[in-house]
């Protein structure tokens, strides 16, 4: 991938945290001879990301996603590996590669809480050397795509959760980044929020061109985002490729919603495929994805049938299947792309 | 250059405003830092009272009158360089707020700076009343003349640079450890008695004396308040302002090292 924006080669990072059994004997214990543990937070991760793309960075708890976006942006040294972002080494963190990107963490605010978010806004376009007019315009632009108006002059510290999401992310936005690091940034905020946010991010990256990699626990935001994902494990990479294609080798099979005219028992309905859902006249059967049109046919043919529907299995059905360890269908050749 | 004046202007602006929100607090902390030399003066007026003589040593003499001089003096000076930021950055890095800094095309140190010199402006304001009222009733002996104050400006512009370096290269520990408080503490104590805050160099044992010119502690603290009262000869003056420059260079370089060696270490606890 020659055009790309970000690229990691075995990238690993080793944290040493110190560890005792509980109880005072322990701790006595550990003033003469400390135990440490070395725990591998990220282990040879190796992907690329073209400029304008917009990836997913899925895992569960303690996967080694925030650590590695935390590398990618600078902020963490690795133990091993490289990385380059829009062609400098991050953790140099150079002055010309930060006012290039932005990290927006969901669990973390760089506005000042105690004074209006205005006056946040005004720090980070001297420190970015923002020319007044660009500021004016971009601050415009967010303020409208955001709804920001009225939460600009109230100090942060009075604002919701979501409402102080929102003026992160304009602040984050202000010097305009080529490459967007955003770590949860939907945690907590309600679906409404969720969604204005979710628009919002796709809207700049149309808009600007801006290469976005994203984490978030809700797949929502990942599926209306990202049509690449990244899923990391235990520190390692165990997918990368379309989310489509990550659904297909993990549960290759459909599910065929029917509501019936009249209900029959699901002995019956069996034969169309494997019945996961009974309920009265509408019935829910899952089928082998080759063999999803030959049973759609034979159910059309032969009942009489109000309404159908054929669907992909929920993509937290798959998510969850790949973090129970059922990961060997996933090795294939997307890994290496 | 005009770049950094911004800079220091926009967060100055935004160091005020938090003042402001937060005023009752930073009264609190301004008189704080008056109240150290306070004490040490009604310590040292009650030792001469009590020997019914002034304290000499190392050549020098105070009396009652000289005392005053000499803390009054330090309130103000020790007021204009002091520097907290050791125990503010340990915080920082215990909880992760340092990250949204270091993602910033900024040294954190230059917003910190500019807060140390915004509150010192503000607050400085706000006591000198209070001090010239001490300074009428307390009669300090000699008054520091103004000529002596000019030369004591420079000696006092390093002491404030040298004292905020060495405190940022302290916090910078904070990086390996983040009970970094204890060696704060630690460090407060020393400068304590090293800067002449306790006690005026001279009145102390000669090998207190030699080691506190013998380190940074002295430049920082009593040398620029000596010179505003006449106590250091004109060569003795140009040998102190050598020594607060290569003091406050050996501080640029430790922090320099100090704070690239930190950031590698820098695990982003809870960011």
Not at chain 1, 31 to 42: G, P
Not at chain 1, 295 to 317: C, H, K, M, Y
Not at chain 2, 231 to 254: D, E, K, N
């Amino acid at each position: 991938m020659s055009d790309a924006l970000v690229s990691l080669d075995g990238l690993c990072k080793t944290y040493r945290v110190h560890e005792r059994k509980a109880g005072f004997g322990s701790s006595v214990a550990s003033l003469f001879r400390r135990q440490y543990k070395d725990v591998r937070a990220v282990r040879d991760v190796t992907f690329q990301v073209r400029a304008g793309e917009m990836v997913g960075f899925l895992g569960p708890n303690g996967a080694g996603k925030t650590t590695t976006l935390k590398m990618l942006s600078g902020l963490l040294n690795p133990t091993s590996g490289e990385a380059k972002v829009l062609g400098f080494t991050p953790w140099r963190r150079q002055h010309e590669f930060l006012r290039q990107i932005s990290l927006v963490m969901g669990n973390r605010n760089q506005l000042n809480w105690d004074i209006p978010a205005m006056d946040s806004f005004l720090v980070n376009q001297v420190i970015y050397d923002i020319p007044q007019e660009q500021f004016r315009s971009t601050l415009d632009e967010l303020v409208q795509l955001l709804d920001l108006g009225a939460l600009l002059t109230k100090p942060v510290r009075n604002l919701s959760l979501g409402e102080r999401m929102k003026c992160e992310l304009a602040a984050a936005l202000l010097h305009r980044p080529r490459v967007l690091f955003l770590d949860e940034p939907t945690l907590g905020v309600d679906v409404t929020m969720q969604g204005r946010i979710r628009r919002f991010v796709s809207e700049y990256n149309r808009l600007t061109g801006a290469t976005v990699l994203l984490t978030s626990h809700y797949m929502a935001d990942v599926t209306a985002l990202c049509r690449r994902v990244i899923v990391i494990h235990h520190g390692s990479l165990l997918y990368d490729g379309s989310l489509s294609a990550l659904g297909e080798r993990i549960l290759p099979h459909k599910l065929i919603r029917a509501d019936l005219e009249s209900a029959a028992p699901a002995d019956e309905l069996a034969i169309y495929g494997d019945v996961t859902d009974l309920d009265g006249q509408k019935v829910t059967l899952r089928v082998p994805r080759a063999l999803t049109a030959v049973a759609v046919g034979r159910l059309l043919a032969e009942r009489s049938v109000v309404d159908l529907t054929v669907e992909d299995p929920p993509i937290e059905e798959v998510i969850d299947l790949v973090f129970e360890g059922e990961t060997a269908a996933i090795t294939g050749p997307d890994r290496a792309e | 250059m005009r770049y950094w004046l911004r800079v220091y202007r926009v967060h100055l602006r935004v160091a005020w405003a938090l003042m402001m929100q937060y005023r009752f607090s930073t009264l609190i902390w301004a008189v704080w830092g008056f109240v150290g030399p306070l004490i040490s003066l009604a310590v040292w007026t009650a030792a001469t009272q009590a020997r019914g003589s002034g304290v000499s040593g190392n050549g020098q003499r105070f009396d009652q009158a000289d005392f005053a001089a000499y803390f009054l003096v330090f309130m103000i000076f020790g007021h204009l360089t002091m520097s907290w930021d050791a125990f503010e950055f340990a915080y920082r890095v215990r909880t992760g707020s340092l990250s949204p800094q270091l993602l910033r095309p900024l040294h954190p140190i230059h917003a910190d700076a500019s807060f140390n010199v915004g509150f010192k402006a503000l607050t400085t304001a706000l006591l000198l009343p209070a001090w010239l009222v001490l300074f009428v009733v307390l009669h300090p002996a000699p008054p520091p003349s103004y000529a002596n104050v000019a030369l004591a400006a420079p000696a006092l512009v390093l002491a404030g640079i040298t004292r905020y370096i060495w405190q940022y290269a302290l916090a910078a520990i904070a990086f390996w450890t983040t009970r970094v408080d204890a060696i704060n503490q630690l460090y407060y104590v020393l400068d304590s008695f090293l800067a002449g805050r306790i006690a005026p160099i001279a009145l102390m044992p000669l090998w207190l004396g030699l080691l506190a010119r013998y380190t940074p502690f002295y430049g920082m603290g009593a040398f620029p308040v000596e010179i505003a009262l006449g106590r250091v000869s004109l060569p003795a003056a140009a040998l102190g302002l050598i020594s607060q420059m290569f003091w406050l260079a050996a501080g640029i370089v430790v922090f320099r090292l100090v704070w690239a060696a930190g950031v590698k270490q820098y695990s982003a606890v809870g960011a």
